[in-house]
């Protein structure tokens, strides 16, 4: 489970410990105005490509952990994320309880209507496997969900796209799904997710890319625009290898040119400002980390220029 602590708050703890306690906490009061700051400039979304609604930038991803993580804790993190304008939430259910439990506190504080839900459905294994398997995945989906109606469903991992892609296109022309898509985060497989983005109509694809991890850049990317297809992106901060590298490295001072205070929106933003990326979805349960990731879908995007300088600040780490 996540600290307690934001990423901030535990860089600070621990440089102010001893005499320089007091002295940290100032400081976290004042990156704690200039976070409400940005949370309050303007919300930055982006089209779907194959409908033109709007999302904003930055969602939440779900985990193992959320199985068990206190249930008054996940009551706090979806009741703030509307409040802070995140709407998309992914989860699947291959992680744990996530989905049911995703689904329940959902439907105990009412939001579902805030809510952009995406879920994941697979039928893999060396035998393959069935359609009526992958609707039995789905319907189980639906149930944990509260539902009848799915946001997004996603082919987990190519786990049987050609077999799974049929019913949810019948899926989604009866209602049961507003749109579809397939995920995958393992290079290996990038080739065989091309042929199924050159040969399917998809409105999503998920992929796993970050500051560290852009090897979806130069194929992928290019290819979601020319088939108008939506990209969400996984690992944004590849699980904790960006913060690793970054360490206690003070902000740059021209983060202020696009809004940031604290390094995960840099690293939010380079994602988010790609024309190819429609949402990012980082993982969290704390309330702190939620509200520092949302401050990245506010406020203004870097440039082309701006992009380049990201990652050369990150490279030469």
């Known amino acids: 489970m996540e600290s307690p602590y934001s990423r901030r708050e535990a860089i600070a703890l621990g440089l102010a410990a001893g005499a320089g306690l007091f002295a940290g906490r100032i400081r976290l009061a004042a990156q704690d105005d200039a976070l409400a700051k940005v949370l309050a400039l303007p919300l930055v979304t982006k089209p779907i490509p194959s409908s033109g609604e709007r999302l904003p930038v930055v969602g939440l991803g779900t985990a193992q952990t959320w199985g068990s993580t206190p249930h008054d804790q996940l ?37 579902r209507d805030k809510m952009f839900l995406a879920t994941k459905v697979s039928i893999g294994g060396r035998g393959g496997g069935t359609a009526a398997q ?21 082919v987990w991992n190519l786990g049987g796209p050609d077999v799974l892609l ?88 021209w983060a202020a040119e696009i809004d940031c205070t604290a390094w995960s929106q840099i690293c939010l933003k380079y994602l988010v400002s790609h024309p190819a990326v429609t949402v990012a979805i980082p993982g969290t349960t704390n309330v702190a980390h939620l509200a520092e990731n949302l401050a990245a879908a506010h406020g203004r995007l870097p440039d082309a220029a701006m992009r380049a300088r990201i990652e050369r600040e990150f490279d030469g780490m």
């Open 134 to 154: 992958g609707v039995q995945s789905m319907e189980e989906s639906m149930r944990r969900f509260h539902t009848t109606r799915i946001d997004l469903m996603q």
């Open 166 to 253: 049929p019913v949810m296109r019948d899926w989604k022309q009866a209602g049961r799904i507003r749109y579809i898509g397939v995920t995958c985060t393992n290079d290996n497989q990038y080739p065989a997710l091309m042929n199924v983005m050159r040969s399917e109509k998809l409105d999503f694809i998920q992929v796993d890319f970050a500051i560290n991890n852009r090897n979806v850049a130069d194929a992928i990317l290019p290819l979601a625009i020319d088939r108008g297809i939506g990209v969400i992106t996984a690992l944004p901060f590849g699980r904790t290898s960006v913060f690793q590298k970054i360490g206690t490295r003070p902000l740059p001072s």
């Open 75 to 111: 009551v706090a993190l979806l009741t703030r994320m509307p409040q802070l304008g995140g709407a998309v939430v992914d989860t699947a259910p291959a992680y744990g309880q996530s989905e049911m439990v995703l689904g329940g506190v959902v439907n105990e504080i009412h939001t």
